[in-house]
């Protein structure tokens, strides 16, 4: 009986081993990358019949924990602040964080809540591309939402040690978003935006403590 | 027309040309910027990260149609109108009778 057991155990490590996708770099283990760099960067991108408008964020917090070999066990956060929000147009600015818009002061962060990792796909030892489904939250309301992602891992080295101690996680990651799935109306500044805004995260992550 | 209006159209047409020729020079933008958008060059750590160029902010004033150039010809067309009837001597007016 143990004999069988034992089997199962192992065939089903085995299996789970034969699965997981991850990196294969000089780490191991659960790691956790801090993304609070003033270098990160999310992007808004959004037309209107005017012109187009680029929206970046610089306050990027947050953090992501994962098992360097098994990707789909990442978990984490992403989070903004509206305030932080610019588009290079200081009133469409103030337009955009008012109680017409994105309503800072009663939802003040937009966040990415990561739920689940799929459609793996590995493009070398450190780089990994996959469909991160998250809850995207912004004017209060919250979305399920997929995100294209891809990860490269960097193990310390004398490069990365120019950015940041530790070993470094590259995100890069785009997803649409519905502006009246979020209850946002399309107008700022009496400009109708289009109602899809894409979103572009640019990120690095430390696992140094 | 007299002369004084003769002056006063030239000249709204003059001031009116350059705002739009300072517009155009500006880069032709619809709406005024406090600022733009810079593409930075991407580093070889960047690179490897297998990230996308950024953007990085620099505050700059860029003169756009929308309001400056379009607010300042407005204003210069208006002034020109009240000017024009203003300089309609009575001679014109008798003229124009």
Redesign the interface.
């Known amino acids: 009986m143990n004999k069988v057991i034992k089997s199962i155990v192992l065939l089903l490590l085995a299996v789970s081993v034969t699965f997981a996708q991850g990196f294969k770099v000089k780490a191991s283990g659960e790691q956790t990358f801090n993304f609070e760099d003033k270098r990160n960067q999310v992007k808004f991108f959004s037309t209107t019949p005017l012109e187009d408008i680029t929206g970046i964020s610089n306050a990027v917090k947050g953090k992501v924990t994962l098992n360097v070999s098994d990707i789909k066990t990442m978990k984490g956060s992403i989070i903004i602040p509206v305030s932080s929000i610019k588009t290079a147009i200081d009133l469409r600015d103030e337009h955009l964080r008012s109680e017409n818009w994105l309503d800072a002061e009663n939802y003040p962060e937009i966040s990415f809540v990561i739920k689940s990792v799929g459609d793996v796909k590995v493009s070398a030892d450190n780089k990994l591309e996959a469909k991160i489904t998250g809850d995207f939250t912004v004017h209060g309301v919250t979305k399920e939402t997929v995100a294209d992602v891809s990860l490269t891992y960097l193990d310390a080295s004398e490069q990365t040690k120019q950015y940041a101690p530790g070993d470094l996680l590259g995100v890069q990651a785009k997803f649409n978003i519905t502006l009246s799935d979020f209850e946002v109306e399309n107008m700022v500044v009496g400009q109708k935006v289009s109602e899809s805004i894409e979103i572009t995260a640019t990120l690095r992550g430390s696992n140094a403590k | 027309m007299n002369t004084k209006q003769k002056y006063v159209v030239i000249i709204a047409l003059v001031l009116i040309a350059a705002a739009l020729i300072l517009w155009l020079v500006s880069g032709g933008?619809?709406?005024?910027?406090?600022?733009?958008?810079v593409e930075k060059e991407m580093t070889?750590?960047?690179k490897?990260?297998?990230?996308?160029p950024?953007?990085e902010?620099q505050a700059k004033f860029i003169l756009g149609l929308?309001p400056h150039t379009a607010v300042f010809s407005g204003i210069v067309a208006g002034l020109s109108i009240i000017l024009f009837f203003i300089f309609k001597t009575k001679k014109t007016r008798e003229k124009n009778e």
């Open positions: 933008e619809i709406l005024s910027k406090d600022g733009v958008w070889e750590l960047d490897a990260l297998g990230l996308e950024q953007k902010y929308l």
